[in-house]
Every structure is written in structure tokens, then in C-alpha cells.
């Protein structure tokens, strides 16, 4: 639906999107109108067209060897795990799904990034850019709660020991999966669709190397106060609640490692948690500096300088610091090469 003409100003109006909703893909819908009744149906990503051509090449060559490190380190996670029956447990199940994801949350903001490096005028259609916002927005959601499953995990492991069997059944981590994965996609298409339900009648120059909310927002001619509200909404169901449980998770696991007797025992128990701990805190660090930051605060810059380590940095420490803290991925890996594991 067409939202109302504003006088003085030019306007694009933006359908939402997504094929099972009233969508500008769909047939016979209109993308963006212009005044003139022509049709204009792409954005610019400002990106890093203010950097000269040689940091650009750069900046290229810098992201793309990180983007092709994380490919092939989380494909290495996810081939080891799958093939290694020692790895055939809950917490490594989630780690699969994390390494999926965040592979799936890198292709959906990278390629495109790494594009505007090599030609910043280049401009991306409105469905290119209602998707990448749809599959960032899908994946980064399901990683925050994947995260928060795997926390789980541990509290189960840990403190519940001898009914973690039971309660980490096949089943319960189907379930815990699925509803992770749910609740990227049922978020991921609200945002999308209150987005790109918006008429845009500013510059038309997103500030920004990807589609996010909050750039597009700030293009917006209408009033944005009821998608400011969807937002932190949103963000504070995604980053602060799974944070808490988290969080809460952890004090229940130190209290009980701390009433382990032996030295040998609460260092492996600790060991178990380190890896896991360090991705929560990156992760989440990071997308909270984004999103629950006040609005008075907000800057384009800063904006793109967090997010690079968010989008770039964070999914490659996924498969680093699991490969390179775990002991178990660490045996895994020499079996998998024909070595003999540390621990025999």
C-alpha cells in the first residue's frame, strides 16, 4: 500500500517485502514510485567510497582472505564434527549449527561489501537489499539464541550431570534448534516488513556497506518513532534477554565448579565453558554497541567500524577459538589427519 504524498518533497514509496507477504517481488507490485511515475527500484551503499582506490584494494584484499578463512574454518568445524563419533554429542551439535550460521550470516553481508570495494557507485536493487536484510537479520537473530542454547548445554552438563542425557535428548536439541531458527525468521520478517513499509523521500544513499535497519531508517520521510520501538524491542529480545540467560547460566556453573574438590577437576570443568564464553562476549558485545545504544549517540561511522568486527571479525572467531581452545576438536582434528591425539 501506497503510503500518502508528502508536498514539496520527492518520495519513493517502499512495499514490504518477502514472497509470503504483500511484496514488491510479487507480480504486478510496484517497487519504488518517483513523481515522474518512473520506476526506481535500487539503493547506494556508501560503504567505503570515501576511501581513495589503493586502501580500498587494501581493505579488499584484508576482507576477503578473512571471509575465505571463515568459510573454510567453519567448514572444517562442521566436517569434523559430523565425522568424528567423539564429537556426536549436544554441545557439538550446536557448534555445527553455530558454524552453518554464521557462514550463512557472512555470506549474506560479505560478498556484497567486498563488491562496493572493488565499484562504490555500483548500486543494489531494492530486493537485493530487502533480502540481505532478511538473511543478516535471520541468522544474526539465530546465532544470538544458538549461543544461548549452547550456554544451556553447559548449565545441563555441569550442574544436572547426571540427568543431562535426559534432558539433552535428540529430540530437545531438535526443538531448541527449530525455535532458535524460528525466532531468526519470525523477527527477521517483521523488521523487514515494517522497514520497507516506510516511504523514502531523502537521499537515497544508505550510509552504510550493507542494508541494515537503522540506516534506512534514518532515509525515511515518515515518521519512524513506531519502527524505533519495533527495534529496541527486538533488540532487547535477542541481545539482552538471551545475555541474562546466559548470564544466569554461568553463576549457577561457577557456583557448582567451585564446590568441585579437586583442582584438576574444576579446571576441566572450567576448560568446557572458556571457548563458548568467549564467542558470548565478543558476539554480543559488539551487536549491543549497535543496537541498544540511545539514538542521540548514533553514528554512521562508529556504526560501520563496529560492524565490521561483528560481521567480519566475529564469525571467523567462531571456528578459531573452538579449534584452537578445545581440546576435543583439537584430537578430533589430529584423528582426522592420521595423528595421535594429545590425550593417548
Avoid at 547426571?162 to 532458535?180: D, H, K
Avoid at 520501538?229 to 557456583?255: A, D, R
Wanted: with cysteine; hydrophobic share 50%.
Amino acid at each position: 500500500m501506497h503510503a500518502p504524498g508528502i508536498p514539496g518533497h520527492r518520495r519513493w514509496v517502499v512495499t514490504p517485502l518477502l514472497s509470503a507477504l504483500p511484496s514488491p517481488l510479487s507480480p504486478g507490485a510496484p517497487p519504488l514510485a518517483t513523481p515522474n511515475g518512473s520506476a526506481l527500484a535500487e539503493f547506494l551503499l556508501e560503504g567505503f567510497s570515501s576511501l581513495g582506490p589503493r586502501p580500498r584494494m587494501l581493505l579488499f584484499a584484508v576482507f576477503l582472505s578473512l571471509y575465505l578463512l571463515t568459510l573454510s574454518g567453519n567448514a572444517v568445524i562442521v566436517c569434523i564434527i559430523r565425522r568424528d563419533r567423539h564429537l556426536h554429542t549436544p554441545m557439538y551439535f550446536f557448534l555445527s549449527l553455530l558454524s552453518v550460521s554464521e557462514t550463512c550470516y557472512s555470506m549474506a553481508v560479505i560478498p556484497r561489501m567486498l563488491q562496493g570495494l572493488l565499484w562504490p557507485q555500483l548500486p543494489i536493487p531494492l530486493p537485493g537489499c530487502a533480502a540481505q536484510l532478511f538473511f543478516y537479520l535471520t541468522f544474526g537473530v539465530n546465532n544470538c539464541f544458538l549461543l544461548t542454547a549452547m550456554g544451556y548445554d553447559r548449565y545441563v552438563a555441569i550442574c544436572s550431570p547426571l540427568r543431562y542425557s535426559v534432558i539433552m535428548s535428540r529430540a530437545a536439541c531438535a526443538r531448541l534448534a527449530a525455535g532458535c531458527l524460528g525466532m531468526g525468521l519470525g523477527m527477521a520478517i517483521a523488521q523487514v516488513t515494517s522497514v520497507f513499509g516506510l516511504p523514502y523521500c531523502r537521499d537515497r544513499v544508505i550510509a552504510h556497506f550493507f542494508c541494515d535497519v537503522t540506516p534506512l531508517l534514518r532515509l525515511a520521510c515518515a515518521d519512524t518513532s513506531a519502527n524505533e520501538i519495533l527495534t529496541l524491542v527486538i533488540s532487547v529480545l535477542v541481545l539482552v534477554v538471551p545475555m541474562g540467560l546466559v548470564f544466569c547460566s554461568y553463576v549457577f556453573i561457577i557456583g557448582t565448579i567451585l564446590r568441585i574438590a579437586s583442582a584438576e577437576g574444576r579446571k576441566k570443568a572450567f576448560a568446557t565453558c572458556a571457548s563458548h564464553l568467549t564467542v558470548v562476549i565478543v558476539h554480543y558485545g559488539c551487536a549491543s554497541i549497535v543496537y541498544l545504544k540511545p539514538k542521540s549517540q548514533a553514528s554512521p561511522v562508529q556504526d560501520r567500524l563496529v560492524s565490521v568486527t561483528y560481521t567480519v571479525i566475529t564469525p571467523l572467531l567462531n571456528p578459531v577459538v573452538y579449534s584452537l581452545r578445545n581440546k576435543e576438536v583439537k584430537d578430533a582434528l589430529l584423528r582426522a589427519t592420521g595423528r595421535k591425539p594429545l590425550s593417548d
